[in-house]
T-cell receptor, first 112, second 114 residues
Framework: DQQVKQNSPSLSVQEGRISILNCDYTNSMFDYFLWYKKYPAEGPTFLISISSIKDKNEDGRFTVFLNKSAKHLSLHIVPSQPGDSAVYFCAAGTSGTYKYIFGTGTRLKVLA | DTGVSQDPRHKITKRGQNVTFRCDPISEHNRLYWYRQTLGQGPEFLTYFQNEAQLEKSRLLSDRFSAERPKGSFSTLEIQRTEQGDSAMYLC????????????FGPGTRLTVL
């Protein structure tokens, strides 16, 4: 049972435009969500997180939106840059948890 | 470099052999996690330590797998009698013990079982 789903395996976006990566979850107990970025031959790198008490969190070019009623979160990257090309994973857990459930990832390619 | 380090980065072994991986977490982090990632999948939780205590093991961690974290510092993950299905990237992460904790990942050890 895939509790965290990223239904788009890949996404291509023109440099300077907005990238929107989506993630759906099924477990209503999840109350903390994170996005990680992964380059080839490297471990995942933490990008941004959001707790369920918020519906938006922003950090520079990255914004995460959370829609609890729809059990959906999205990551917006504006403006997209070629260096953003990577695989993006969303992850979810409950507060105080020691483990996260990861989605299968979306490969973003930003075209120059 | 004060990030999470893992050794070796790559390991090729023959089926039936034993392998051991090492993880050195960020020094002030008291939580340490092991994940496994296979092609096309996200990281899957294997086990977790708080200091030297191993607090949970996933059902993915069969009896052939054992992990230790002596003295609450570095950790080792051993796989005995490796099988081809064990081929994967093994990721280590560490974090502080707080309600909302970002886990910081190492570069991983890629295991290939022939």
């Amino acid at each position: 049972d895939q509790q965290v789903k990223q239904n788009s395996p890949s996404l291509s976006v023109q440099e300077g435009r907005i990238s929107i990566l989506n993630c759906d979850y099924t477990n209503s107990m999840f109350d903390y969500f994170l996005w990680y970025k992964k380059y080839p031959a490297e471990g995942p790198t933490f990008l941004i997180s959001i707790s369920s008490i918020k519906d938006k969190n922003e950090d520079g070019r990255f914004t995460v939106f959370l829609n609890k009623s729809a059990k959906h979160l999205s990551l917006h990257i504006v403006p997209s840059q070629p260096g953003d090309s990577a695989v993006y994973f969303c992850a979810a857990g409950t507060s105080g948890t020691y483990k996260y459930i990861f989605g299968t990832g979306t490969r973003l390619k930003v075209l120059a | 470099d004060t990030g999470v380090s893992q050794d070796p980065r790559h390991k090729i072994t023959k089926r039936g052999q034993n392998v051991t991986f090492r993880c050195d977490p960020i020094s002030e982090h008291n939580r340490l996690y092991w994940y496994r990632q296979t092609l096309g999948q996200g990281p899957e939780f294997l086990t977790y330590f708080q200091n030297e205590a191993q607090l949970e093991k996933s059902r993915l961690l069969s009896d052939r797998f054992s992990a230790e974290r002596p003295k609450g510092s570095f950790s080792t993950l051993e796989i005995q009698r490796t099988e081809q299905g064990d081929s994967a990237m093994y990721l280590c992460a560490s974090s502080l013990a707080s309600s909302y904790n970002e886990q910081f990942f190492g570069p991983g050890t890629r295991l290939t079982v022939l």
